[in-house]
């Protein structure tokens, strides 16, 4: 700043001119508070893992009164149609820049809390679901060494990031259970089918696929409006953090145009094998165990060509990949060229798919009647006899192809994965899916695909893209 500019000044403020002096100063943070934070439901840092070895006390689905063997299908509800759907403005606004309808619009207080049954199971089997995420990020980055991740390609940054996913969890526990009330259900002990980095981060994008798509299928059916709202606010994060491990797994970010919703029997059929035990009082759930089917040619991300495979699973519903026996210069992480290289990156689009329409796809399924979940107090049961189809379920669409060469003595069959598209340049069979054997080709859509359960033999996690 020049001399003559401070002589200006000073000859200014002693003539009593009326002009402000501009002055230069730093920016100063001059008040500070420490804001309220809400209090997290009780968590632990430490469970134990590992298989349940005691006897189950109850077993079961929780249950009462059933007073019919399935939902009856009906046609639309009058007046679905009446709606002109013309752009225009069809009824008065009940205020400025406000148009008619909605629900909860009315100005009536937000209460956020279960309202049903139906909202109370579900809110509480996404409960589940966040406590295992809550454990198992942990778990991993407590279990591997910093030279094993690193040797995937997941350096410091990154496992700073899956501690962050954990911590998220805990407001995520925290705000379902405040929903849920003084019943809603605790931290369980849980078993990982991993014993490395790859299989670790393999299992993660498979379980918050299914934790997320879980969530989707009954989120517009639950009777509390503001539960929906503050279930939405945490389901959106999960999408994320199922990207993030897609993109620590080497795959393409997000091959899909859609993400799928499924029913919460999926969700829990896919959840409850990997919980251990529970506490004794523990609130039990209402919803269906299905057999597990097993894929035994799934596609293996860890391979470069991660098509050509054959019982390279870790078995079980998730189908997790396996990297026992398979040759260090057949692992992608290790490979050098673009398109076969799989380290973790923002993205990978890799020059041999995991899958492709017309690939056979050969199956192994479990008979009912296995316990599983929680102190093994859950049974799996199905209402089918003998498997016709295999329904894909993806993006928006249920796609089904028959199965082949079956055989109900071992409990084995084939089918042709679908060459299908939700739209031109989508194709339908993509990224992190799921894949269920059925009696019949049931026309589902993504709001009723509940409607299928009844016709539901097994299920599985299919891994596409």
Not at 55 to 75: D, H, K, M, N, Y
Not at 251 to 277: D, K, N, V
Not at 285 to 308: D, E, H, K, M, T
């Amino acid at each position: 700043m020049s001399t003559s500019f401070f002589r200006s000044a000073i000859l200014l403020a002693a003539v009593g001119a009326v002009n402000a002096v501009p002055v230069v100063s730093e920016a100063q943070t001059t008040v500070s508070s420490s804001g309220p934070a809400g209090t997290p439901r009780p968590y632990s840092f430490v469970t134990s893992h590992g298989p349940f070895k005691g006897t189950p006390t109850t077993t079961g689905a929780l249950s009462t009164t059933v007073l019919a063997s399935a939902i009856p299908e009906r046609p639309p509800p009058p007046g679905s149609f009446d709606y002109p759907a013309n752009g225009k403005l069809n009824a008065p606004q009940p205020a400025p820049y406000t148009p008619d309808g909605g629900v909860g619009t009315n100005g009536s207080a937000p209460v956020y809390r279960v309202q049903s049954d139906f909202d109370y199971q579900s809110l509480a089997l996404a409960l589940y679901q966040e406590w295992i995420e809550l454990d198992l990020f942990r778990w991993g980055l407590a279990t591997f060494s910093k030279e094993e991740f690193d040797a995937y390609g997941i350096n410091d940054e990154d496992r700073f990031l899956i501690e962050y996913m954990a911590r998220q969890e805990i407001g995520h526990a925290t705000v379902i259970s405040n929903m849920l009330g003084p019943e809603a259900p605790k931290q369980c002990t849980y078993n990982y089918p991993v014993s490395n980095v790859p299989e670790f981060i393999d299992f993660n994008q498979k379980l918050t696929r299914w934790g997320e798509s879980g969530v989707y299928g009954f989120l517009p059916h639950l009777n509390s409006g503001p539960a929906a709202q503050l279930l939405l606010q945490s389901i959106t994060i999960e999408a994320r953090q199922q990207m993030i491990f897609r993109q620590f797994g080497g795959t393409f970010a997000m091959p899909e145009w859609h993400t799928p919703g499924i029913p919460q029997s999926w969700a829990w059929t896919l959840l409850a094998p990997y919980i251990s035990s529970c506490p004794s009082n523990q609130t039990r759930l209402v919803w269906q165990n299905f057999p597990s089917l097993n894929i035994l040619n799934q596609p293996n991300p860890a391979r470069i060509n991660g098509s050509a495979v054959w019982n390279e699973t870790t078995g079980g519903y998730a189908n997790t990949l396996s990297t026992k026996d398979i040759d260090k210069d057949e692992l992608c992480v290790n490979a050098t060229e673009t398109g076969e290289n799989c380290k973790a990156a923002i993205t990978h689009n890799r020059t041999i798919p995991l899958s492709y329409p017309g690939r056979q796809v050969f199956l192994n399924w479990d008979a009912p009647g296995k316990p599983v979940g929680p102190n093994n107090s859950y049974i799996t049961s199905t209402n089918v006899k003998e498997p016709k189809f295999a329904a894909w379920v993806s993006q928006l669409n249920v796609t089904y192809s028959p199965l082949q060469n079956i055989s109900l003595v071992d409990r084995t069959a084939y089918t042709i994965q679908p060459n299908v598209s939700t739209w031109q340049g989508d194709p339908a069979i993509n990224g992190t899916m799921f894949l269920a054997l059925t009696d019949t080709d049931l026309y589902v859509t993504p709001y009723n695909l509940t409607m299928i359960n009844p016709h539901v033999a097994a299920l599985a996690v299919y891994q596409a893209g």
